[in-house]
């Protein structure tokens, strides 16, 4: 399945790299062509059709998925299945006072799922053509009335890349290690006060929002981050890529640039990058620093991905993806799932409305609490700003897509402590009651959005006919 942005109207990249001179901004250094920062939808993916241990130079990935469609002399999905679910690796530690107290047990709360735990709700369509329907939905954590907190590991996986010329020697090392302090210490993991709550993180309060006239007071579901992983990734120069046609072309498979602060920013083709991602979630799995009970971040520094642009493969196409969430799963039974996602950190100054820093990583963690497997549907939405007869709509509960589009899509949060103070821009989340399309809201302060609950006037417009 294509992982396509989920804001879908977005340039076309015409401007030719130059690979030595670059801008302040991604748009800057293609030559001033528009880009639209987004996310993507990503299909689960079963770990036994990860193709592991092949070399590039050898293989042909499908232009969409980067699947493994051809190119070696044999090869077969050599992915397997993990069973653990605990590992001293990833296990909840943190250093800030956080809202732990009697938790509830992190398990899976669904028959035949070897999972975090998970509570459902349900709300009906109040306007229409889905008007009166009823939209069942899973999300990560223990029920709200029942109270007392949910406390899941964060299993964070930091990705380095190593990019190559075309002769195959090193063109340069971007490492992830200048970024490690800031994510851990962002609101994603930090306790902060909110309208919410107070001493909790980012999703956890947007959790609380949504629920506040409901949940018992000491209901949470804390994240706690621990870094099990840290690798590097060899990207070549180019890659083969098959379009749906059956042709295989030759594709650039990155492109390069300064931001503002002087790190390097990287453009990379998303069906490589598939491939990368999927390697990597399965490799963390064996190895067992990826669980079950936890969500699993794979982080990289600055790294967006484009479209191949089929009709001159060495520019790129559609640009820039910024992360996206999905699930792993094995055949057994009972099935295990882990929870995935993938974010970039990003530098200031390479997009517009705030996208900086933790954007990325608040909006697919929010998204993940959500929508952990990536199947809540919702009334046909009409995305936000939009003309009247816009048909640019969707119909599920990803629950940041709504606001990624408009200028104020982020909020300024400052943490504060000894040896470390940082202002970091995570993005407004709209709450679930906006999808539900009605007058009213019954979350916190009856809004439609958190932090900033301005954001969302009022709830969802259904998708024109």
């Not at 992830?176 to 851990?184: I, K, R, S, V, Y």
């Not at 598939?274 to 990826?290: A, K, S």
């Not at 790129?316 to 999905?326: I, N, Q, R, V």
């Amino acid at each position: 399945m294509r992982a396509p942005l989920r804001f879908v109207v977005l340039c076309a990249l015409v401007c030719l790299f130059a690979s030595a001179s670059f801008g302040q901004a991604v748009s800057s250094a293609i030559g001033g062509a528009p880009v639209d920062p987004g996310y993507a939808q990503k299909a689960p993916k079963s770990v036994s059709s990860v193709s592991l241990g092949l070399s590039l130079s050898s293989v042909v990935l499908d232009a969409d998925t980067g699947a493994v469609v051809g190119g070696a002399s044999s090869f077969t999905a050599t992915g397997s299945a993990s069973p653990v679910n605990v590992n001293p690796l990833c296990q909840p530690t943190n250093d800030d006072r956080l809202q732990t107290n009697n938790p509830l047990p992190n398990q899976s709360n669904i028959d035949g799922l070897i999972t975090l735990a998970t509570f459902d709700g349900a709300f009906t369509a109040q306007a229409g053509p889905s008007a009166g329907r009823d939209f069942r939905f899973t999300m990560i954590g223990n029920d709200p009335r029942l109270g007392h907190p949910t406390v899941v590991p964060a299993c964070l996986d930091e990705v380095s890349l190593q990019l190559l010329n075309a002769d195959g020697s090193v063109f340069t090392t971007v490492p992830f290690a200048p970024f490690e302090q800031g994510t851990l210490e962002s609101p994603n993991f930090e306790p902060l006060d909110y309208r919410s709550g107070a001493h909790v993180q980012y999703a956890d309060a947007v959790h609380r929002a949504q629920f506040f006239n409901v949940m018992k007071d000491n209901w949470h579901t804390v994240l706690m981050p621990s870094v099990t992983n840290r690798t590097t990734i060899t990207v070549p120069f180019f890659v083969n890529v098959q379009l749906s046609n059956g042709t295989i072309v030759q594709a650039r498979s990155y492109f390069t640039g300064t931001a503002a602060d002087g790190s390097t920013f990287v453009l990379m083709l998303s069906p490589l990058f598939n491939f990368f991602f999927d390697n990597e979630v399965v490799n963390q799995i064996n190895q067992g620093n990826f669980v079950t009970n936890a969500v699993n971040m794979t982080l990289f520094p600055n790294t967006f991905l484009f479209s191949l642009n089929a009709n001159n493969p060495n520019v790129p196409g559609s640009c820039c993806t910024l992360g996206f969430h999905t699930f792993f799963r094995d055949s057994a039974f009972p099935e295990s799932r882990w929870v995935t996602q993938y974010a970039s950190w990003i530098s200031p100054g390479l997009f517009g409305a705030g996208f900086q820093d933790v954007t990325a990583l608040s909006h697919e963690t929010s998204e993940a609490f959500g929508d952990p497997f990536v199947n809540n549907t919702t009334p046909n939405w009409q995305f936000p700003g939009q003309p009247a007869t816009s048909k640019v709509c969707q119909a599920n509960l990803e629950e940041g897509d709504p606001i990624e589009v408009l200028a104020n899509a982020t909020a300024t949060v400052e943490v504060k402590e000894k040896g470390f103070h940082f202002f970091f821009h995570p993005q407004n989340i709209p709450l679930f009651q906006w999808f539900e399309m009605g007058a009213t809201s019954s979350a916190i302060d009856g809004a439609f959005s958190f932090p900033d609950e301005t954001v969302l006037p009022h709830s969802a417009i259904p998708c024109p006919q």
